[in-house]
């Protein structure tokens, strides 16, 4: 999708009409206008109102632009009602399950991919249906594994690894991973192992410096997801102390004052639209990706 | 493909199977050492391959597993469980909001489909005429996205506040009557839809906007050169261009609104009488309020198997045609 002047729907000699230049011009001003109202106003409404105080938020009659600022709403929310403690939750949650999936994943595609065991195939179809199934529709006997994992009987309720290792088994992961490495040259890892590398050092010398642009995607998904969930962590971290700021903000929207539930809503949302800004390509690439297999 | 050592062994023995194996000729290697090699460079990949294995067994098939039989057993944490047959369905179906739910999350899907199917393809298509500020559009319409879906909760009920919510007011600036967002019984659900559609359209609209620019042009040009109007051309170019990723698209998009919950869950608490209970919600309830699991079980599993239905069709039509 490259914004070079391709044909597409609208010839350029309609366009270069005099009707078409100006419907032209009128649609992109209105869409233009549009989407900064519906997407990016919303937006500017949460952070403004963090701002206002509680008596002018209360009005019936908002105001566009707060008539005196109290940045103090912002500092009260994080120290005060203890959403710093819980965005250091989700901080230590995403990087947690991030970490925990690029080991586990890279490791599973990695074999699948290129050490090729027996019965390999086998394993990865079990993987890969279980994209095809329901996530909610199994949130019952998951809660109830997790609450006492097979084999070991361990129950991991309020701790961060209900979060981490449910994380790990993700066979989107495993698909884009292994999709990736499988174009990478035999020959390359067969020139490696001539050279006496094992297969350690295969994948972390000859594999990975060549898998950024997928370790990329994988990581970002796996940060962004955990950072936005709030179903999971609601069931299996039931103590408030444990909970990650989305399963907090709604524990408290209850109680908190509006410009401080507000300003607790924007501290939520920065990181993710930061990491959007930063990572706007691999995102977009990632999202294609996925929806466009085969 | 994987048949030499991966590690150099000082044994002469190994260097020579290296060696028979690297030019091609792996007839001439002692039978036993060769199994051997297998056996070990098995025993490696599945050392790779065992912490994924591990989550997956725990976290995922087993309770695939697990949700068959948990439908017909009683569950509580104080004892073992009990297999009670088929009473967890007769309790489900006694339940009058068993049938509410099911209809909900029907209106639901259905609504979904009119706001978030069309409105994201009529997005794409105009966005993809834009010779100029494409990248700034497709940013704003994916920002809802990245935002946590929490926020996006709390930032619609917000709006929706009949005192100082942002839609009456805009209302009443351009002289309409206000409106009871959420507690209206017919208006929750069309308004619990505007919020979804909002957050996540984003994502659709990418997904098009890619689709649309593998069109080739030619079919424009041709399709010009016959005479073909521009609704013609979209009707008869580009629809047709775009059928499979729009049938991969609705699959999806049905799979995931059937499992609506943070947007009834948030907003509205499944009222007011019970007009937006959906099925997960009241999943969500029987475990994890009223802690009767294999209520909750049953539920699932009558969630599973229309969702799957749907999945499957999904498979074939990607099977098929990708």
């Known amino acids: 999708m490259s914004d070079t002047a391709e044909r597409t729907l609208i010839a350029p000699t309609e366009l270069n009409r005099r009707t078409g230049k100006i419907l032209y011009r009128f649609v992109l001003t209105a869409t233009l206008i549009g989407f900064t109202v519906v997407f990016v106003f919303p937006l500017y409404w949460m952070a403004s109102g963090a701002l206002k105080s509680s008596r002018e938020l209360a009005d019936p009659n908002p105001t566009l632009v707060p008539h005196s600022f109290h940045p103090e709403a912002y500092s009260e929310a994080w120290t005060n009602t203890g959403l710093g403690r819980h965005f250091l939750n989700t901080l230590i949650l995403a990087l947690g399950a991030w970490l925990i999936q690029l080991i586990v994943d890279v490791a599973a595609a990695y074999a699948l991919s290129k050490l090729r065991p027996v019965l390999g195939n086998v394993v990865l179809g079990m993987m890969l249906a279980t994209l095809m199934l329901p996530v909610s529709a199994l ?29 790990a088994a993700n066979a989107f992961n495993i698909f884009i991973l292994k999709r990736f490495f499988d174009q990478i040259p035999q020959e390359l890892m067969d020139s490696a192992r001539i050279d006496g590398a094992g297969p350690v050092r295969v ?6 410096p060549l898998s950024r642009p997928v370790l990329a995607v994988v990581s970002i998904f796996a940060v962004v997801g955990v950072w936005k969930d709030f179903l999971w962590p609601l069931i299996v971290l039931p103590d408030p102390a444990k909970q990650p700021i989305t399963v907090a903000l709604s524990r408290l929207a209850e109680f908190l004052p509006a410009n401080q539930l507000l300003a607790g809503m924007v501290i939520a949302s920065i990181p993710l639209l930061v990491l959007f800004l930063i990572f706007q390509r691999h995102i977009i690439a990632g999202l294609t990706a996925g929806s466009l297999k085969g | 493909m994987a048949t030499t050592d991966m590690r150099a062994q000082p044994l002469p023995e190994d ?15 002692p039978p036993r050492s060769r199994l051997a090699r297998r056996v070990r460079e098995n025993l490696v990949a599945y050392a790779f391959l065992g912490a994924g294995i591990a989550v997956f067994a725990a976290f995922s098939w087993y309770p695939i597993v697990r949700g068959w039989l948990l439908g017909f057993q009683q569950v509580t944490f104080a004892q073992p469980a009990q297999w009670v047959g088929l009473d967890n369905f007769r309790r489900l179906f006694a339940d009058p909001l068993f049938v509410t739910a099911w209809q909900n999350t029907a209106w639901f899907t259905a609504l979904a489909l009119v706001f978030g199917f069309a409105a994201p393809l009529a997005t794409a298509v105009v966005l993809n005429e834009f010779r100029s500020a494409r990248g700034y559009l497709r940013m704003t319409v994916y920002l809802p996205v990245m935002l946590p879906p929490i926020v996006t909760m709390l930032l619609w009920r917000w709006f929706y506040d009949p005192g100082p919510g942002l839609f009456n007011n805009a209302l009443e600036v351009l002289h309409l009557p206000a ?24 994502t659709t609209t990418l997904i098009y906007l890619a689709a649309l620019g593998g069109i080739p042009g030619q079919l424009y040009e041709a399709a010009e050169l016959d005479g073909a109007s521009i609704r013609q051309r979209l009707w008869h170019v580009t629809l047709p261009q775009m059928r499979f990723i729009l049938m991969i698209t609705l699959l999806l998009q049905v799979l995931g609104t059937m499992q609506v919950f943070i947007e009834p869950y948030i907003l509205t608490g499944g009222g007011p009488n019970d007009a937006t209970v959906t099925v997960l919600l009241l999943l969500f309830r029987y475990a994890f309020v009223y802690n009767d699991f294999g209520l909750a079980s049953a539920m699932s599993m009558l969630l599973f198997v229309v969702l799957g239905a749907f999945s499957l069709v999904y498979l074939r039509l990607t099977r098929s045609n990708g």
């Not at chain 1, 097979?150 to 309020?158: D, E, G, R, S, Y």
């Open chain 1, 203 to 208: 994948l972390v010398s000859v594999i990975l």
């Open chain 1, 139 to 167: 949130l019952v006997p998951t809660y109830l594994t997790v609450t006492d994992v097979p084999l070991i009987h361990v129950n991991l309720i309020n701790t961060p690894w209900a979060i981490w290792l449910p994380a």
């Open chain 2, 15 to 29: 260097t020579v199977v290296k060696a028979a194996a690297s030019s091609g000729k792996p007839g001439r290697t």
């Open chain 2, 179 to 202: 409106q009871q967002w959420l507690e209206s019984e017919h208006l929750a659900m069309v308004s619990l839809v505007l919020v979804s559609t909002w957050a996540n359209m984003g």
